[in-house]
């Protein structure tokens, strides 16, 4: 790793602890503003569900702080514990959201449909690609199609990260819709809500940066060494 891919690297590091300490702070917060219809988050999410007509998917409990999330393979909303059993408007938010996925699954959401067809290439690349960039760099005199090779590996994680970001920003926009429109939340509890989401989307806006911006770096070394 050169010197300036590990200044990003920090950088976006440090911003990257930044914002999920601010969420953590949010989710936390939130988590002490009682919902009032004093629904828990497995009840929201599967009123959610059955709002869509949703039937084949289950809400199960997961282990694991800030672990929810949907799988499609399994028809699953998994929610924390702290989700799960919360009567809170963090917990119906982060539920509405994790539905918001089952939604888009169940209507066939492009977006989603293409980063699920990327999950196979994005395994298989993240398992090599910071080995065989490391070798890249320093074998670039020698053996620059190693870097070459890197890169492609390096722009598949990029993209799927980039793709991510339309999926997480719609399963908010679902959500909040729902929990609007059916008073779930009311007019105080609504923009907290929203403000807990928000700060949810940061985190994967400043990994598709993060992303984006070292794969540039990494052409730039490559496109350098071609050049002399």
């Known amino acids: 790793m050169t010197p300036s891919i590990l200044i990003v690297s920090l950088v ?53 702080f800030l672990s929810d999330h949907y799988n499609p393979a399994n028809k699953t909303v998994n929610l924390s ?53 490391l070798f890249g760099i320093i074998m670039i005199n020698r053996f620059p199609q190693l870097l070459l090779f890197g890169i492609i590996l390096f722009a598949i994680t990029t993209l799927f990260s980039i793709i991510t970001l339309p999926v997480e920003f719609d399963a908010s926009r679902r959500a909040l819709a729902w929990l609007n429109t059916t008073n779930i939340a009311d ?26 911006v070292t794969l540039i770096q990494y052409i730039l070394i490559y496109s350098k060494r071609q050049r002399s």
């Open 12 to 64: 976006f590091v440090g911003i990257s602890m930044l914002v999920s300490m601010v969420l953590k702070s949010k989710l936390q917060s939130y988590a002490k503003v009682q919902l009032s219809s004093g629904m828990s988050g497995r009840e929201v999410a599967m009123k959610m569900l059955r709002d869509n007509g949703i039937y084949d998917v289950q809400v199960i409990s997961a282990e694991g």
């Open 81 to 133: 514990p702290e989700i799960y059993n919360g009567n809170n408007i963090a917990s119906a938010a982060v539920a509405a959201h994790e539905c918001g996925h089952a939604v888009q699954h169940a209507t066939a959401y492009r977006w989603l449909a293409m980063r699920s067809r990327l999950v196979p290439a994005v395994q298989f690349s993240s398992f090599l690609v910071q080995w065989i960039l």
């Open 187 to 212: 007019r105080e509890e609504y923009p907290k809500a929203k403000d807990a989401l928000k700060w949810a989307a940061t985190t994967y806006v400043i990994a598709a940066l993060a992303s984006l």
